[in-house]
């Protein structure tokens, strides 16, 4: 059971270069979730999913854009690299809350660590 | 606008003793409270999750109690060993399903 897969592990990028994080999870959740880490601020929520073809916003979502055309796959997009988007980035993710399944927490990759110079 | 405050100082303590972790919250009415534990270069796993109508909930030699007047949730570690040394976050999530976390409170247990 690979649970979530995000990949790559490691990316440099030249600021004004686009990319695309990926994310697969083999646990049919419905929720999926991308956060952002940085020394001193916590995970910060950038874009979630209730479900295939549904989107929203988290907390930081100006320069990213999402995708959810199936239930597994969840890519986040950085479409003009910036030096402040240098951080260490997670997918995760879980049942939805009205699944009827208790005690749902959230099953996080182990990241994918993006350098911006 | 809402807030998640964990210590924000490492906490040292000895092996054996009981370590006692804070997060406390503003401009938030959390349905769940949960704690994660997140060791260098992995991503966070889950440990326990409380209700907004639970005051205490017990796992091995985990404690956690939610006091929604307080604002505040207590972890607990009793019988501490090196091997619990990690960062540990707690996280609140309301009816919607979002989760906001804290910012974490790094652990180191001396044997």
């Known amino acids: 059971n690979a649970g979530v897969t995000q990949t790559p592990k490691f990316q440099v990028l030249k600021t004004g270069q686009s990319m695309t994080l990926q994310c697969a999870q083999d646990?049919?959740?419905?929720?999926m979730s991308w956060y952002r880490q940085d020394p001193g601020m916590g995970l910060r929520l950038i874009h979630y999913s209730v479900g295939a073809g549904i989107t929203d916003q988290g907390e930081v979502p100006n320069g990213y854009n999402v995708s959810r055309s199936t239930t597994e796959d969840f890519p986040l997009r950085l479409l003009s690299a910036a030096p402040s988007q240098t951080s260490v980035y997670f997918c995760?993710?879980?049942?939805?809350?009205?699944?009827?399944?208790?005690?749902?927490?959230?099953?996080f990759g182990n990241g994918t660590r993006l350098t911006v110079t | 606008s809402q807030k998640i405050e964990q210590n924000s100082e490492a906490l040292n303590i000895q092996e054996g003793k009981t370590a006692t972790l804070t997060c406390n919250y503003t401009?938030?009415?959390?349905?769940?409270l949960q704690w994660y534990r997140q060791d260098p270069g992995r991503g966070p796993v889950f440990l326990l999750l409380?209700?907004?109508?639970?005051k205490e909930k017990r796992k091995e030699r985990l404690k956690v109690t939610f006091d929604t007047t307080l604002k505040q949730s207590l972890f607990h570690i009793t019988a501490s060993q090196p091997a619990d040394s990690a960062t540990y976050l707690c996280?609140?999530?309301?009816?919607?399903?979002?989760?906001?976390f804290g910012q974490g409170t790094e652990l180191s247990v001396k044997p």
């Open positions: 409380i209700r907004e109508n639970e």
């Open positions: 401009n938030y009415s959390p349905a769940y």
């Open positions: 995760a993710s879980s049942y939805t809350w009205d699944s009827g399944i208790a005690d749902s927490p959230l099953h």
């Open positions: 646990m049919n959740h419905e929720y």
């Open positions: 996280a609140l999530q309301n009816q919607g399903g979002k989760l906001i």
